[in-house]
T-cell receptor, first 114, second 114 residues
Framework: AQTVTQSQPEMSVQEAETVTLSCTYDTSESDYYLFWYKQPPSRQMILVIRQEAYKQQNATENRFSVNFQKAAKSFSLKISDSQLGDAAMYFCAYRFTNAGKSTFGDGTTLTVKP | GAVVSQHPSWVICKSGTSVKIECRSL??????MFWYRQFPKQSLMLMATSNEGSKATYEQGVEKDKFLINHASLTLSTLTVTSAHPEDSSFYIC??????????FGPGTRLTVL
């Protein structure tokens, strides 16, 4: 079975600074998808970024980028120029197929200090 | 992007009663829907996979007779919590995919059992 581990229950960052959230996973598959989701107080899951395992290039979405290390099964999220609106709970997730079921990590609560 | 809705957004019921939660894909056909449960400040745990026109597949430890899932059409899946008790109080989130090569999350339903 696949597992996803987020070792940082809480993180804080100063506004405009950069923060990195960690995620490791375990799978025996060679092709799969990894995701970072943001869950604000409204509880709506918002897709932040997606990485296909077969792609060597790290995904980037504006201020958000990932460091995908397939051999190490590591998938960290870097948030640059942090904004107050980035404060939320962040979940790392694994899916075997893009439209399949998700396995989530325990989440990291990010606080952004003004 | 595609939209998934849930109804109701919040329901309060008495212990022993049954509650039905709807999950709808508004602008696409979802052959597969997933139901997750989330306790406060915790991760999303997959409860079951709902496939249109067939029986749901439940995760280990989830009581299928207590959490009834019906996926009668390509745009609607329902989760019925039968004989609800206070320990069933939680946040229930659905996601829909399959019809498109993507997956979208609903806004969630908060269930409070008194």
């Amino acid at each position: 079975a696949q597992t996803v581990t987020q070792s940082q229950p809480e993180m804080s960052v100063q506004e405009a600074e950069t923060v990195t959230l960690s995620c490791t996973y375990d799978t025996s598959e060679s092709d799969y998808y990894l995701f970072w989701y943001k869950q604000p107080p409204s509880r709506q899951m918002i897709l932040v970024i997606r990485q296909e395992a077969y792609k060597q290039q790290n995904a980037t979405e504006n201020r958000f980028s990932v460091n995908f290390q397939k051999a190490a099964k590591s998938f960290s999220l870097k948030i640059s120029d942090s904004q107050l609106g980035d404060a939320a709970m962040y979940f790392c997730a694994y899916r075997f197929t893009n439209a399949g079921k998700s396995t989530f990590g325990d989440g990291t609560t990010l606080t952004v200090k003004p | 992007g595609a939209v998934v809705s849930q109804h109701p957004s919040w329901v309060i019921c008495k212990s022993g009663t049954s509650v039905k939660i709807e999950c709808r894909s508004l602008d696409f056909q979802a052959t597969t829907m997933f139901w997750y449960r989330q306790f406060p400040k915790q991760s999303l745990m997959l409860m079951a996979t709902s496939n249109e026109g067939s029986k749901a597949t439940y995760e280990q430890g989830v009581e299928k007779d207590k959490f009834l899932i019906n996926h009668a059409s390509l745009t609607l899946s329902t989760l019925t919590v039968t004989s609800a008790h206070p320990e069933d109080s939680s946040f229930y989130i659905c996601s829909a995919g399959g019809g498109v090569d993507e997956q979208f999350f609903g806004p969630g339903t908060r269930l409070t059992v008194l």
